[in-house]
């Protein structure tokens, strides 16, 4: 009794509108003598922005509204996840769509007493499972063991590549800018006063213009107001209608992830997330000025041996600093000059 | 004013969102030669939609599905709204058919009424009135989980910016001519470097100045219906070593003895940003100081969105950035769009040429990319204001003429009134909003830390609404009111105007010694059996046993509460922050009526519910 199982409880975005199903399977988990010590959003792990330890969990539990036969999950995680289980860790949630998925990452497919997907124990794993994965090279060497995935794993979300990706973005970008807007100067420069247009609009007549609003339409304007005599906005949607939103797929536009800000009342992790961000940052801050009661003012950023981000941009303020920079968050600065800190002291 | 034109922009904006993508649209039209109206839903006069051919429409939802404030807004020269005129039972159904139109919804989808404010817009207007659309409406979704970018990752903007590219798809196919001097030219994209001139912008008054414009008391001229308000109480109402600083805060009329307001109501407050921000706006952009303190005048009238709350005299730039211009604000895209040809200050680079470059390339991807990813991880994850972009990229040197046009105006915020109806001690309950992000300077609500700063005697302008949120017939039955936190400010003037039998009050907060606000009045009430009262502290399980949130408690009492729903007709009023908490009490509500209230299952549950909140008997204010 004493002992509990260790989980992790995944969960689908749209789960967030109907906290009640977290809260069963808490306590589904409860009486089963597991708890969970971490809970995620899925698109958290799926964007890089949480990365799971090492056999850390003994159950991993996906909360979804899908049914089993419509799940849409993102493959590349299921190696994150199977990496993440103990041994004979169970992965509950998933369902046969990913079957492949599964054998290919070392688990077990079991349907007593409830299906689940058991992570088959390491030692084991290479005994018994090398003879029908030898005839396919790639994923014998795939699924053999634990170290030969990492650095996939790395590739994908490790925050080391953040850095590179946000560069060839930006980079892309250039060209694409100067292509559309080719009457542009080729360079931002431009040092003079800009040119100011007053606005001259004009619309040439279409040639529909007979297709104009019927004069008849000009009475409604002038009936006397009787009470009661508008619609019910309440009746302009129509409850079961609102299933099937409007979909229109949008193919264009970059890959980039947007990151999400924590609702005001968030349950999902994500708050804490931000804050430990926003407490990384800071202490970075403190590493790279050392705040004492004379300095309140005036700060030398300059002195030798402060740490200096490898982008050289650091004095350029944050729409230039790279991601990693000690100074970020604090104002831009010049080089070999104090820089005036009275605006940003209240908080010392 | 302009008359209305045959393509219009209309938007309806709460938090300003679908505002600004209006703006980019119009600014975009504009740059193109395209001649049309821009306005809010509630500002367009519902008779130019006769003269108008080509309608588009962005549009946000507020609070439960609701369309936002602005669409309803209502100028006083009129009597009806474009809405209000649209929703009149006897229009036919072919009202509309000579307007081809193009809709654009902004919404979250982590909210059950997903995007209804565009869906009803869309059922009226196209569906029962008979507009043409030119392309299927689009929803942007700002958890790019559902709506128009399912599955792909991609966030609002990038629908916006492919409704943009739809719209002016249309347009130049449309028209892609126009006549300049008589003369038919292709219709091109103005130079980006060029700044489009406002209609009305600021120069100097040739009228000599009176001694000094800072000595001269300062008044707020052009809106009747602003009023001013002397500040009698402003105190902290939670513990010193609580982390939020909750004030009770109460003015009255400086003119008359009483005021016209009832339960539910809620007061606008202008607020205003601080001298000390003034002043450091002022010596980022050093080549305003000269002109500071002159007497300014319009060029061509004062714009429209400089109405509401009067604008302030003397007109002078300082008072102009005081009381009018929030560049304490987040920026918005639009904000980039217009400023960045303004960098141009080559003397204060320490780079020189090369890094002036630098800063207008930034400044211009922030206003024309249409993915947001850096803008938003620069400015609005951090919440940083206009004034540190400024202050980041000292090229920048912005003409004080135009400023009104390129600087976001400050809106008043909406505050509920606790006092009783018509006290004409106006009693306000207010949150002071405070956090951290990375930027070292704490970050403050614009008027929260207005009002926190206000001394006794000091002067505030002020208006109230009414909002007709209790009904008549309902006075007199049993009322159970639902107010965690500061959701308790309507609650309080509900049991101070003293018309309902039976008053069941469910508070909850964090502490019972720290933030239980107004416990001294709540408890003395209960004594004198005016209210029953049910506390829960939801981190203080030693006050609150068995109990955590307001909702815990209201199904420990499920079937009393459930009977008196049901059966004794009573109102059902919640209030408090927005988010999960009213989505908690809504869930627990059903069960309650499934379980206690005869409902044999969900559906008829939910129909009863419904049905309470299209009488206004089951009554939500959150914000």
Same mark, same amino acid.
């Given at each position: 009794?004493?002992?509990?199982?260790?989980?992790?409880?995944?969960?689908?975005?749209?789960?967030?509108?109907?906290?009640?199903?977290?809260?069963?399977?808490?306590?589904?988990?409860?009486?089963?003598?597991?708890?969970?010590?971490?809970?995620?959003?899925?698109?958290?792990?799926?964007?890089?922005?949480?990365?799971?330890?090492?056999?850390?969990?003994?159950?991993?539990?996906?909360?979804?509204?899908?049914?089993?036969?419509?799940?849409?999950?993102?493959?590349?995680?299921?190696?994150?996840?199977?990496?993440?289980?103990?041994?004979?860790?169970?992965?509950?949630?998933?369902?046969?769509?990913?079957?492949?998925?599964?054998?290919? $990452?070392?688990?077990?497919?079991? $349907?007593?007493?409830?299906?689940?997907?058991?992570?088959?124990?390491?030692?084991? #794993?290479?005994?018994?499972?090398?003879?029908?994965?030898?005839?396919?090279?790639?994923?014998?060497?795939?699924?053999?063991?634990?170290?030969?995935?990492?650095?996939?794993?790395?590739?994908?979300?490790?925050?080391?590549?953040? #850095?590179?990706?946000?560069?060839?973005?930006?980079?892309?970008?250039?060209?694409?800018?100067?292509?559309?807007?080719?009457?542009?100067?080729?360079?931002?420069?431009?040092?003079?006063?800009?040119?100011?247009?007053?606005?001259?609009?004009?619309?040439?007549?279409?040639?529909?213009?007979?297709?104009?609003?019927?004069?008849?339409?000009?009475?409604?304007?002038?009936?006397?107001?009787?009470?009661?005599?508008?619609?019910?906005?309440?009746?302009?949607?129509?409850?079961?209608?609102?299933?099937?939103?409007?979909?229109?797929?949008?193919?264009?536009?970059?890959?980039?992830?947007?990151?999400?800000?924590?609702?005001?009342?968030?349950?999902?992790?994500?708050?804490?997330?931000?804050?430990?961000?926003?407490?990384?940052?800071?202490?970075?801050?403190?590493?790279?000025?050392?705040?004492?009661?004379?300095?309140?003012?005036?700060?030398?950023?300059?002195?030798?041996?402060?740490?200096?981000?490898?982008?050289?941009?650091?004095?350029?303020?944050?729409?230039?600093?790279?991601?990693?920079?000690?100074?970020?968050?604090?104002?831009?600065?010049?080089?070999?000059?104090?820089?005036?800190?009275?605006?940003?002291?209240?908080? #010392? | 004013?302009?008359?209305?034109?045959?393509?219009?922009?209309?938007?309806?904006?709460?938090?300003?969102?679908?505002?600004?993508?209006?703006?980019?649209?119009?600014?975009?039209?504009?740059?193109?030669?395209?001649?049309?109206?821009?306005?809010?839903?509630?500002?367009?006069?519902?008779?130019?939609?006769?003269?108008?051919?080509?309608?588009?429409?962005?549009?946000?939802? !507020?609070?439960?599905?609701?369309?936002?404030?602005?669409?309803?807004?209502?100028?006083?020269?009129?009597?009806?709204?474009?809405?209000?005129?649209?929703?009149?039972?006897?229009?036919?159904?072919?009202?509309?058919?000579?307007?081809?139109?193009?809709?654009?919804?902004?919404?979250?989808?982590?909210?059950?009424?997903?995007?209804?404010?565009?869906?009803?817009?869309?059922?009226?207007?196209?569906?029962?009135?008979?507009?043409?659309?030119?392309?299927?409406?689009?929803?942007?979704?700002?958890?790019?989980?559902?709506?128009?970018?399912?599955?792909?990752?991609?966030?609002?903007?990038?629908?916006?910016?492919?409704?943009?590219?739809?719209?002016?798809?249309?347009?130049?196919?449309?028209?892609?001519?126009?006549?300049?001097?008589?003369?038919?030219?292709?219709?091109?994209?103005?130079?980006?470097?060029?700044?489009?001139?406002?209609?009305?912008?600021?120069?100097?008054?040739?009228?000599?100045?009176?001694?000094?414009?800072?000595?001269?008391?300062?008044?707020?001229?052009?809106?009747?219906?602003?009023?001013?308000?002397?500040?009698?109480?402003?105190?902290?109402?939670?513990?010193?070593?609580?982390?939020?600083?909750?004030?009770?805060?109460?003015?009255?009329?400086?003119?008359?003895?009483?005021?016209?307001?009832?339960?539910?109501?809620?007061?606008?407050?202008?607020?205003?940003?601080?001298?000390?921000?003034?002043?450091?706006?002022?010596?980022?952009?050093?080549?305003?100081?000269?002109?500071?303190?002159?007497?300014?005048?319009?060029?061509?009238?004062?714009?429209?969105?400089?109405?509401?709350?009067?604008?302030?005299?003397?007109? !002078?730039?300082?008072?102009?950035?005081?009381?009018?211009?929030?560049?304490?604000?987040?920026?918005?895209?639009?904000?980039?769009?217009?400023?960045?040809?303004?960098?141009?200050?080559?003397?204060?680079?320490?780079?020189?040429?090369? *890094?002036?470059?630098? *800063?207008?390339?930034?400044?211009? *991807?922030?206003?024309?990319?249409?993915?947001?990813?850096?803008?938003?991880?620069?400015?609005?994850?951090?919440?940083?204001?206009?004034?540190?972009?400024?202050?980041?990229?000292?090229?920048?040197?912005?003409?004080?003429?135009?400023?009104?046009?390129?600087?976001?105006?400050?809106?008043?915020?909406?505050?509920?009134?606790?006092?009783?109806?018509?006290?004409?001690?106006?009693?306000?309950?207010?949150?002071?909003?405070?956090?951290?992000?990375?930027?070292?300077?704490?970050?403050?609500?614009?008027?929260?830390?207005?009002?926190?700063?206000?001394?006794?005697?000091?002067?505030?302008?002020?208006?109230?609404?009414?909002?007709?949120?209790?009904?008549?017939?309902?006075?007199?039955?049993?009322?159970?009111?639902?107010?965690?936190?500061?959701?308790?400010?309507?609650?309080?003037?509900?049991?101070?105007?003293?018309?309902?039998?039976?008053?069941?009050?469910?508070?909850?907060?964090?502490?019972?010694?720290?933030?239980?606000?107004?416990?001294?009045?709540?408890?003395? =009430?209960?004594?004198?059996?005016?209210?029953?009262?049910?506390?829960?502290?939801?981190?203080?399980?030693?006050?609150?046993?068995?109990?955590?949130?307001?909702?815990?408690?209201? =199904?420990?009492?499920?079937?009393?509460?459930?009977?008196?729903?049901?059966?004794?007709?009573?109102?059902?009023?919640?209030?408090?922050?927005?988010?999960?908490?009213?989505?908690?009490?809504?869930?627990?509500?059903?069960?309650?009526?499934?379980? =206690?209230?005869?409902?044999?299952?969900?559906?008829?549950?939910?129909?009863?519910?419904?049905?309470?909140?299209?009488?206004?008997?089951?009554?939500?204010?959150? =914000?």
């Amino acid at each position: 009794m004493s002992h509990y199982k260790s989980g992790l409880l995944l969960i689908h975005p749209a789960v967030t509108t109907t906290p009640e199903l977290v809260e069963n399977a808490k306590a589904q988990a409860t009486s089963m003598n597991v708890k969970f010590v971490d809970q995620f959003l899925i698109n958290k792990l799926n964007d890089g922005s949480i990365n799971l330890e090492k056999a850390k969990y003994e159950i991993i539990k996906y909360l979804t509204p899908e049914a089993p036969a419509d799940i849409q999950f993102p493959k590349k995680l299921i190696p994150v996840l199977a990496e993440s289980l103990t041994p004979n860790g169970s992965l509950i949630g998933l369902s046969d769509i990913y079957k492949v998925d599964a054998l290919i $990452n070392g688990f077990e497919i079991v $349907n007593e007493p409830d299906y689940q997907w058991i992570r088959k124990d390491f030692s084991k #794993l290479n005994q018994t499972v090398s003879i029908p994965l030898k005839n396919k090279k790639t994923s014998s060497t795939k699924s053999q063991s634990g170290n030969n995935k990492l650095p996939t794993f790395k590739k994908a979300s490790g925050t080391t590549t953040k #850095l590179p990706s946000f560069k060839k973005a930006s980079n892309a970008e250039l060209p694409i800018l100067k292509k559309t807007e080719d009457f542009q100067s080729p360079s931002f420069k431009m040092a003079a006063e800009p040119k100011v247009y007053k606005v001259v609009d004009d619309l040439i007549e279409d040639s529909d213009d007979d297709f104009s609003s019927d004069s008849s339409k000009a009475q409604y304007f002038d009936q006397v107001d009787v009470e009661d005599d508008s619609i019910e906005e309440e009746d302009l949607i129509d409850e079961n209608d609102s299933g099937k939103p409007m979909i229109t797929m949008i193919t264009c536009g970059k890959s980039k992830t947007k990151k999400k800000k924590a609702c005001k009342d968030c349950t999902c992790g994500m708050r804490e997330q931000e804050e430990k961000e926003i407490n990384d940052v800071r202490s970075q801050q403190e590493k790279v000025v050392k705040f004492t009661e004379d300095e309140l003012t005036e700060i030398d950023f300059t002195i030798d041996g402060k740490k200096v981000g490898g982008c050289g941009s650091c004095s350029l303020g944050d729409a230039f600093r790279c991601s990693g920079c000690p100074y970020l968050g604090l104002p831009a600065f010049k080089p070999g000059q104090p820089i005036n800190l009275d605006s940003i002291s209240d908080d #010392l | 004013m302009s008359p209305s034109k045959k393509i219009v922009i209309l938007y309806g904006s709460e938090t300003g969102n679908a505002h600004d993508f209006a703006t980019i649209l119009s600014h975009r039209l504009h740059r193109l030669h395209f001649p049309h109206t821009f306005c809010s839903i509630g500002d367009y006069d519902p008779r130019d939609i006769l003269k108008c051919k080509y309608l588009f429409i962005i549009c946000s939802t !507020t609070g439960q599905g609701e369309l936002p404030t602005n669409v309803n807004a209502l100028k006083c020269e009129r009597s009806v709204t474009f809405w209000s005129f649209l929703k009149k039972k006897n229009l036919p159904s072919n009202f509309l058919n000579h307007i081809q139109t193009a809709m654009l919804g902004l919404g979250d989808s982590s909210y059950p009424k997903f995007n209804y404010g565009i869906r009803k817009l869309h059922q009226r207007i196209v569906t029962q009135l008979g507009a043409n659309e030119l392309f299927d409406r689009l929803e942007a979704d700002d958890q790019a989980m559902a709506g128009s970018n399912k599955g792909t990752g991609l966030g609002v903007e990038s629908v916006y910016f492919e409704y943009e590219k739809k719209v002016l798809n249309f347009l130049l196919k449309k028209f892609p001519n126009r006549k300049v001097n008589g003369q038919v030219i292709q219709r091109e994209q103005l130079d980006p470097q060029i700044y489009l001139e406002p209609l009305s912008y600021l120069q100097i008054s040739d009228r000599i100045a009176r001694e000094d414009a800072n000595k001269i008391k300062i008044e707020f001229q052009g809106d009747k219906s602003v009023k001013i308000g002397r500040v009698n109480t402003n105190k902290r109402i939670t513990s010193d070593d609580h982390f939020q600083d909750v004030r009770q805060f109460k003015f009255s009329n400086v003119e008359k003895n009483s005021e016209d307001y009832e339960p539910g109501d809620t007061a606008a407050i202008y607020p205003c940003n601080t001298d000390e921000d003034v002043s450091r706006f002022l010596s980022n952009q050093s080549h305003w100081l000269e002109v500071a303190d002159k007497p300014l005048i319009f060029t061509n009238g004062v714009p429209n969105d400089l109405k509401d709350g009067g604008l302030a005299k003397p007109m !002078t730039l300082r008072n102009i950035l005081k009381y009018h211009c929030d560049f304490m604000s987040i920026p918005r895209t639009s904000f980039f769009l217009k400023i960045w040809t303004f960098a141009t200050d080559v003397t204060k680079m320490e780079r020189g040429q090369e *890094q002036l470059d630098d *800063q207008r390339e930034k400044l211009h *991807q922030f206003a024309t990319d249409e993915d947001m990813q850096d803008l938003y991880d620069y400015c609005n994850r951090p919440r940083r204001s206009i004034l540190e972009v400024l202050e980041d990229f000292l090229s920048i040197k912005l003409p004080w003429k135009y400023v009104l046009d390129y600087l976001p105006i400050i809106k008043p915020r909406y505050y509920s009134i606790s006092s009783g109806p018509g006290d004409p001690d106006i009693e306000l309950t207010v949150a002071v909003v405070k956090y951290k992000t990375i930027l070292r300077k704490i970050r403050k609500g614009i008027c929260t830390s207005y009002i926190a700063s206000l001394q006794e005697g000091e002067q505030i302008r002020y208006k109230l609404q009414n909002n007709h949120i209790i009904k008549n017939d309902f006075l007199h039955k049993p009322i159970i009111l639902v107010g965690p936190g500061v959701g308790l400010a309507p609650l309080l003037s509900v049991v101070k105007a003293d018309v309902f039998k039976d008053t069941r009050l469910f508070f909850g907060c964090r502490y019972k010694d720290k933030d239980y606000i107004y416990k001294d009045i709540l408890e003395d =009430w209960a004594r004198a059996g005016k209210i029953v009262l049910y506390t829960s502290f939801s981190r203080d399980t030693e006050n609150s046993p068995g109990v955590k949130y307001v909702q815990d408690y209201l =199904w420990k009492l499920g079937e009393e509460i459930t009977d008196l729903v049901v059966n004794k007709e009573a109102v059902f009023f919640l209030c408090g922050s927005s988010g999960k908490m009213p989505i908690q009490v809504r869930l627990t509500f059903i069960e309650m009526l499934k379980k =206690w209230g005869n409902f044999s299952n969900e559906e008829t549950a939910k129909r009863y519910l419904k049905e309470m909140e299209k009488s206004d008997r089951y009554i939500q204010e959150t =914000w």
